[in-house]
């Protein structure tokens, strides 16, 4: 069992999409997620600048959605961070970008479950 996500953009642990977000928080320099509400911490989300940062990194991990016009912040702020990413990580960003613009395109809401 873990958590898959429409379009494409994620079939893995949850374990694993929580590391994904830690590393997509330090390399947006948003230092460390667990600081922030939801992640045991007490700062606020809603400090974070970038919207579609903002959108991903607020989202639940096990259900929910995002709108098509969601789906496309996520993906160009993800974009911007590509450089910062290597192996894994850089593979991973790519196919919830491809996910989401998928999504976008389609004019499709993306599910988490």
Request: include cysteine; hydrophobic fraction near 35%; glycine fraction near 8%.
């Amino acid at each position: 069992m873990g958590l898959d996500i429409s379009h494409g953009a994620w079939h893995g642990p949850y374990s694993y999409f929580m590391r994904w977000r830690t590393t997509i928080a330090e390399k947006a320099q948003l230092g460390d997620l667990r600081k922030y509400e939801g992640y045991n911490g007490n700062k606020p989300l809603a400090s974070i600048e970038k919207e579609g940062l903002q959108i991903l990194l607020s989202h639940s991990d096990c259900d929910g959605e995002l709108t098509p016009d969601e789906c496309k912040k996520v993906a160009d702020d993800l974009t911007d961070l590509l450089p910062s990413l290597s192996d894994d990580m850089h593979e991973r960003t790519i196919v919830f970008i491809k996910g989401c613009i998928s999504a976008f395109e389609k004019n499709e809401t993306m599910y988490f479950g």
